[in-house]
């Protein structure tokens, strides 16, 4: 079964300083990996993917993610964070069949000026 | 492409009125997923479609709901009778898994208002 965990339902940073967002995976599969962000009143949106290749992925916005196996982490981040990336931010994991997502609780980002 | 549409973007109902929200998903895709989004519940999946052939409908909250998908760019999700419980903002979201792309695209959610 699939399953995603991200660490701190709520992050705050001041603005220009480092965006660190944990996730954690379960997948008896090689995982697809997914960063999607929620702006206040809008959808989801879908940020950067890790299929398979590279194991840094760069994203919309600045951000990137980087895949560890070993560590079964797929955490995001962005060196210098603006005032426009304050939203939720959702994990995901694809099911073994690539037609269902599962998604963590999101993680809340302030960023304080 | 205009993306997921969804409408209407927010309903406000009294109690016991029926409740269709529509989608349109993205031309070509072959799944349609509905989803809720509460504080409290986070964002639940309650159907999905392949094909519009509903696969997983274990999500759905009860009989109350149900869902339909008549063709390839139109699918509702009906409430009847809604309850104060079901204010929550639905999603519709539409992924192409044939050729491996995955990644589900999403409306922008009608805000479910029952008073």
């Known amino acids: 079964a699939q399953s995603v965990t991200q660490l701190g339902s709520h992050v705050s940073v001041s603005e220009g300083a480092l965006v660190l967002l944990r996730c954690n995976y379960s997948s008896s599969v090689p995982p697809y990996l997914f960063w999607y962000v929620q702006y206040p009143n809008q959808g989801l949106q879908l940020l950067l993917k890790?299929?398979?290749?590279?194991?840094l992925v760069k994203g919309i916005n600045g951000f990137e993610a980087e895949f560890k196996k070993s560590e079964t982490s797929f955490h995001l981040t962005k060196p210098s964070a603006h005032m426009s990336d304050a939203a939720e931010y959702f994990c995901a994991v694809i099911s073994n069949t690539g037609n269902q997502f599962y998604f963590g609780t999101g993680t809340s980002l302030t960023v304080i000026p | 492409d205009a993306g997921v549409i969804q409408s209407p973007r927010h309903e406000v109902t009294e109690m016991g009125q029926e409740v269709t929200l529509r989608c349109k998903p993205i031309?070509?895709?072959?799944?349609l997923f509905w989803y809720r989004q509460t504080m409290m519940r986070g964002l639940e999946l309650l159907i999905y479609f392949n094909n519009n052939v509903p696969i997983d409908d274990s999500g759905m909250p009860e009989d109350r709901f149900s869902a339909k998908m008549p063709n390839a760019s139109f699918s509702t999700l009906k409430i009847q009778p809604s309850e104060p419980r079901d204010s929550a903002v639905y999603f519709c979201?539409?992924?192409?898994?044939?050729?491996?792309?995955?990644?589900?695209?999403f409306g922008p959610g009608t805000r479910l208002t029952v008073t």
């Open positions: 979201a539409s992924s192409l898994v044939r050729g491996g792309t995955y990644e589900q695209y």
């Open positions: 890790y299929t398979t290749g590279a194991t």
């Open positions: 031309s070509g895709h072959d799944y």
